[in-house]
């Protein structure tokens, strides 16, 4: 039977962490662990997880991490549940049956060793819900809407691939996926998790780009249909920042398209 340590991230938010706990606690289907990695430098958080009462799986350090991919790597440690789900501060589960599904299909499919699902984000101010399979040949295109909060991934794959690097900023996840892409992989066609799309990979995006293509090279040597591929996000970005970038992305979305 599948087991779940859900893994969540901090700094400084502590209504963030209050959300996501919160959606944590709403499942029917209850993680055997909750890890809240805390890297504050105030006590704000620590004082809550301290002295409110919290359900008898949520633990958590309180301690000053070295950025992003340091504090996956403890709670990645720290979990001792076969299957990790890394859900962010701020970011939250679709719905109560969340971690219900995803130990019906791992549970189905003993020997797939990460899922990916779908996420609702926001694109041009609009609500949207996205997400794809992964294909491995369609790593140019970067995360390609296999968004890393949909992510549930066995704690014995992380073993076998290695730590996330704190040499990248942002694309992290976008190395580890490239890592993962030979492992057993199911697409779970359902919402997973709501993206609080205030984190740095969303305000950054330009620099995010640039940090995928460094990954990508590393893994895969230079490709002329990557920086093609990049170009065309720079452009969309661009033109969704304008009056009819988003007139034809509401189009698009009203043809469901807005996955595509």
């Known amino acids: 039977m599948a087991s779940f340590s859900v893994v969540t991230i901090c700094f400084n938010n502590l209504a963030d962490v209050q959300r996501t706990c919160a959606s944590v606690d709403q499942q029917q289907r209850k993680p055997e662990e909750h890890w809240i990695i805390n890297g504050s430098a105030t006590e704000e958080i620590a004082d809550w997880l301290i002295n409110t009462p919290q359900p008898g799986y949520r633990k958590w350090i309180n301690e000053r991490d070295k950025g992003i991919a340091d504090a996956f790597n403890k709670g990645i440690a720290k979990a001792g549940s076969d299957i990790i789900h890394l859900l962010n501060s701020g970011d939250t589960y679709a719905s109560a049956e969340v971690l219900k599904a995803v130990e019906k299909e791992f549970d189905a499919n003993p020997e797939t060793q990460w899922i990916s699902g779908n996420i609702e984000l926001m694109r041009a101010g609009k609500k949207v819900l996205v997400g794809k399979a992964f294909e491995k040949s369609k790593l140019y295109r970067g995360m390609r809407s296999v968004s890393h909060p949909t992510w549930f991934v066995r704690k014995a794959v992380y073993e076998r691939v290695g730590e996330y690097k704190s040499e990248y900023k942002i694309a992290m996840d976008y190395d580890m996926m490239c890592r993962l892409a030979d492992e057993p992989y199911r697409y779970l066609n359902i919402p997973i998790a709501v993206f609080d799309d205030t984190g740095i990979s969303s305000v950054q995006y330009l620099r995010s780009l640039e940090e995928t293509k460094k990954v990508y090279i590393s893994h895969f040597r ?36 807005e996955n595509m």
């Open 222 to 257: 230079f490709s002329y249909k990557m920086m093609l591929w990049q170009l065309r996000l720079k452009l969309l970005h661009y033109l969704l920042q304008t009056s009819l970038g988003k007139l034809l992305f509401t189009i698009k979305r009203k043809m469901g398209l």
